[in-house]
């Protein structure tokens, strides 16, 4: 069973906005909560973190969200520039780590 | 400053082959996973291991072996290779499992199974 998932396949955005990336996980045992970055031919680079005691962490233009009632998370990437694009997995962890099917970040210039 | 070294980056098997992947990271972690990413599937938790001598199931684990005989190293073994192992296999590593704590990856391994 898929117990973290990325609803969104893809997303655009335009240079200079705010991208918004999902995440939902089933499983209500995850402490800990990642999102990692991934370009072609490449392994995933850690993004950013957050504690499951936690609601927001930020760093530099990137934000995460947690709603942990509604086993919800967000990354918010404010402003978004075409570096950005590249493939973004949400990831859960208790003594292992599941990972989302990933979402495709494209932002135009 | 090597991180995770995945071994090796490509290779083209013949259905039935075995072969072994070989993962080595130099950060004295004790936590390693394997990974298997499939369009659309993203990363799917193959095996993992919490510590030498120690091993565990992951989401896909059918037709995979692993061993960690050593902190440093984990090994994927695949005993009779099929098509549908065809994919692009991740080596992961932390310093634990459960608190504050991100996982580094290695630059994948492509295998085609024909």
């Known amino acids: 069973d898929q117990q973290v998932k990325q609803n969104s396949p893809s997303l655009s955005v335009q240079e200079g906005r705010i991208s918004i990336l999902n995440c939902d996980y089933t499983?209500?045992?995850?402490?800990?909560f990642l999102w990692y970055k991934k370009y072609p031919a490449e392994g995933p680079t850690f993004l950013i973190s957050i504690s499951s005691i936690k609601d927001k962490n930020e760093d530099g233009r990137f934000t995460v969200f947690l709603n942990k009632s509604a086993k919800h998370l967000s990354l918010h990437i404010v402003p978004s520039q075409p570096g950005d694009s590249a493939v973004y997995f949400c990831a859960a962890r208790r003594y292992d780590m599941r990972f989302g099917a990933g979402t495709r970040l494209t932002v135009k210039p | 400053n090597a991180g995770v070294t995945q071994t090796p980056k490509f290779r083209v098997l013949k259905t039935g082959q075995s072969m072994t992947l070989l993962c080595a990271q130099d950060?004295?972690?004790?936590?390693m996973y394997w990974y298997r990413q499939d369009p659309g599937m993203g990363l799917r938790l193959i095996h993992y291991s919490v510590g030498e001598g120690t091993t565990a199931k992951g989401e896909v684990p059918d037709g995979y072996n692993v061993s960690r005989l050593k902190k440093q190293n984990f090994l994927l073994g695949l005993e009779s290779a099929a098509p549908s192992q065809t994919s692009v296999y991740f080596c992961?590593?932390?310093?634990?499992?459960?608190?504050?704590?991100?996982?580094?990856f290695g630059q994948g391994t492509r295998l085609t199974v024909v």
């Open positions: 950060m004295n972690h004790e936590y």
């Open positions: 992961a590593s932390s310093y634990s499992g459960s608190w504050n704590t991100e996982a580094f």
């Open positions: 499983n209500s045992m995850f402490d800990y």
